[in-house]
């Protein structure tokens, strides 16, 4: 495979809401770079970059995956990215390696809930973007209200700044050509075709059209440059030269965000859209430098720019094939057949076949052996990739998705874009013991290839939980296990971990006597216990006066009470926030030993919950939702339906947030709820934040349900 340098290259992710058509559009761009020789099928699984048995099967996306077209000189890497919204934090990991985002927006829809948000997700990692109204073959496109609708609505979501760069031209014969505002030239296509048009005059219908959507967007390109405006006034326009680099730099900047039209389906337009990526696609050399954590290091760029500021630890690294080699692993993917497979993005230098690099965030050396460019799961071999460039290497033995690899002694970290928090948790069961001792292995393959995907264990409950972005991602993981793995588990709630507390201060004795022969056991010991701060846990005194009971023997006291306030009193949940104090007792010479003492801890304590006024305390989550304001009603309402207390509203840019606290066991559901009520728009996170006492009513289901801790054996 040829090599491309950094300004030859050009990655893009493509992102956009889910049936926008993303991964068909990609296999029209490949058939019309002649990548592949017909146009794959999402359908069947053909399309290069819908392979995963799991996604076919569910006909969306789940998952990055990589492509790349060679397209009049240049490389162009696309990233299909997932646009169901539960899977929209692997569209947000791939932002980062690209310098191009290809929003793609159904033409029959418009600009949907996820479409929105990953257009935010691009604003925040300035990323520049571009419109790709996608489906323009579809009858319905523009939603009934023609183009000028479609423009408006994407006007009206994201500004004037979305500025159409063509013109689709709709006829009786439907879509089947555009009109490009740059050159003024029509292209005109067949339908189902090898995606190039040719070229021709564009229809004497449109030339007002045409003429006016020109204008408007060399007034746009002009707008904040002196220069472009002292030329636009005076001539009345841009001379194309000057038009497509003013462009490129808009483009760039983030001051335009340009608008074209295709139909992957039909593979319309995609000669001229990868055309368009050439031209004025950001390249990786033109990107800011990469942000980078570097512990006292200093390293100075080849082009004399100070790259690390001296002890600071945070610097910048250029993209540049000067620079020390370094490359940021983004994704990885375990095959069947190839095992794991890590796709990292050049950062800087150029990283060669077999060399051998030091894995900075884990100290160890890898070898990058079958250094590899990959078409949706087929891997091609290179001799060597140049910094910006997009990449791959199977079985690295300790390097996995957000690491940082380089050359020894330059040690430099680079973050990946922040993840949202997991939003719903499942108890996950084995279905046999076979199933089992599979099942810790595979899940934490699956965590390599998602970090999302959290596993582990409550204390309390001592239920294995899995958690994810929500109910179909938990049970996609559950189907890969029994896919891939041949893991069956079955899934359900999870318990919510309560605990008891007590609402007044209660004394009692604690006499634990017992003869058998020989010696006996004799324990007495006088408690008091009182309420503490919620959150204070537990605290133990000791106020034992003039040996009343040995010194030796109070710790058994203790450890008594800890093991009865362990099994709880109620309903077998933990007894948290309250204080102990032994303040007096009884022992025998012979007969008392720590076991006869820490059972009479464990009867003085069930004494004194039975006076101290017990109760139950629940888990209460700290909550922030975000959604459009037009379903802030109905999410107050419903907040107030689980128990919930809103503590304020806030706007944030078209959206409303809501910051609320809610009982854990009311949420166990709210993100299938969410996104019933918001048509997918809405979302949410939250984290533990107190625990609060169960209102009465609440209690008393639950302690019906609950199994109480067996009675303290007495004498």
């Known amino acids: 495979m040829k090599t491309y340098q950094g300004s030859e290259i050009r990655n893009v992710a493509v992102v ?7 991964s068909t559009l990609i296999a029209a761009l490949l058939h019309a770079a002649k990548m592949t020789p017909t146009q794959g099928r999402v359908e069947d699984g053909t399309a290069a970059t819908a392979y995963d048995e799991e996604e076919v099967s569910r006909r969306i996306t789940m998952q990055n995956a990589v492509a ?119 292209f005109y296509y067949t339908p189902g075709g090898d995606g190039h048009g040719k070229i021709g005059e564009a229809p004497a219908s449109m030339f007002a059209q045409a003429k006016a959507a020109h204008e408007a967007l060399v ?10 405006m002292e030329e636009f006034f005076a001539q009345g326009t841009i001379p194309e030269q000057h038009l497509i680099t003013a462009l490129h730099e808009a483009i760039r900047e983030d001051r335009i965000f340009p608008m074209l039209f295709v139909s992957g389906l039909a593979n319309i337009a995609t000669d ?25 290091l200093q390293a100075v760029a080849a082009n004399g720019a100070e790259a690390v500021a001296a002890g600071a630890g945070i610097g910048f690294r250029n993209v540049d094939d000067r620079e020390p080699a370094a490359l940021m692993v983004f994704k990885t993917m375990t095959d069947p057949f190839a095992g794991r497979i890590t796709f990292f993005k050049v950062v800087s230098g150029v990283v060669k076949n077999d060399a051998t690099l030091e894995n900075y965030t884990r100290h160890t050396p890898e070898r990058l052996s079958h250094l590899s460019i990959m078409q949706g799961r087929k891997a091609f071999e290179v001799a060597e ?137 004799f324990g ?34 203790e450890k008594g009470i800890v093991e009865s306030a362990m099994r709880g009193y109620l309903a077998g949940y933990p007894v948290v926030d309250f204080k102990a104090t032994v303040f007096d007792g ?25 006076q101290a006024k017990p109760c139950l305390l629940e888990p209460v989550m700290k909550v922030e939702i975000e959604a459009p304001e037009e379903f802030a009603g109905a999410l107050m309402g419903d907040l107030n339906g689980r128990r919930g207390r809103v503590h304020g509203m806030d706007s944030r840019g078209r959206a409303t947030v809501i910051n609320a606290e809610v009982p854990m066991a009311e949420m166990l559901t709210y993100g299938t709820s969410l996104t019933s009520m918001t048509q997918g728009r809405g979302t949410y996170r939250m984290e533990m934040d107190h625990y609060d006492i169960v209102p009465q009513i609440v209690a008393d289901k639950i302690l019906a349900n609950a199994k109480r801790p067996a009675e303290e054996d007495e004498e």
Not at 16 to 22: I, M, P, V, Y
């Open 385 to 521: 990739l140049h910094a910006g460039d997009l990449g791959a290497v199977a079985k690295l033995r300790d390097t996995f998705t957000g690491d940082t690899l380089g050359q020894k002694g330059a040690d430099i970290q680079i973050d990946l874009l922040p993840l949202p928090e997991p939003a719903m948790t499942y108890a996950i069961e084995p279905k046999t013991r076979a199933d089992e001792d599979k099942l810790a292995p595979a899940i934490h393959k699956l965590m390599e290839e998602d970090l999302l995907i959290r596993f582990f264990r409550d204390p309390q409950t001592n239920e294995f939980l899995i958690a994810g972005a929500g109910q179909p991602h938990i049970e996609a993981i559950v189907s890969r296990l029994k896919k891939r793995y041949h893991a069956e588990v079955t899934l359900k709630s999870p318990k919510v971990p309560y605990r008891e507390t007590i609402r007044a201060r209660a004394e009692a004795q604690g006499r634990h006597k017992k003869q058998t022969g020989g010696h006996g056991q």
């Open 524 to 557: 007495d010991c006088k408690i008091r216990m009182e309420p503490l701060p919620r959150g204070s846990g537990f605290q133990f005194a000791n106020e034992i006066f003039g040996g009343a009971i040995p010194r030796q023997f109070v710790p058994a006291v």
């Open 16 to 22: 956009g809401h889910a049936h926008s058509g993303k």
């Open 272 to 296: 001229h859209l990868l055309d368009f990526l050439k031209v004025y696609a950001p390249t990786p050399v033109e990107r800011a430098p990469f942000a980078v954590k570097a512990p006292m």
């Open 586 to 610: 009884s022992y025998h010479d012979v007969d008392s030993n720590e076991m006869s003492f820490k059972m009479a801890g464990r009867l003085a304590f069930r004494k004194c919950m039975e």
């Open 219 to 228: 007034e746009v390109v002009a707008e904040g440059k002196d220069d472009l």
């Open 68 to 186: 790349f077209a060679e397209w009049q000189g240049v490389k162009v890497n696309l990233v299909d990215t997932p646009g169901f919204h539960m899977f929209c934090h692997e569209a947000r990991a791939a932002l980062l390696p690209v310098e191009c985002a290809a929003v793609v927006v159904n033409a029959q829809n418009g600009v949907e809930a996820v479409t929105e948000r990953l257009w935010k997700y691009a604003e925040e990692a300035d990323v520049p973007r571009v419109v790709v109204v996608n489906q323009m073959d579809h009858p319905k496109a523009g939603g009934g209200g023609g183009l000028s609708a479609l423009i408006d609505g994407v006007h009206d979501r994201w500004g004037r700044n979305c500025v159409p760069v063509q013109l689709p031209i709709c006829d009786a014969q439907g879509f089947h050509g555009i009109v490009d505002l740059v050159t003024m030239e029509a």
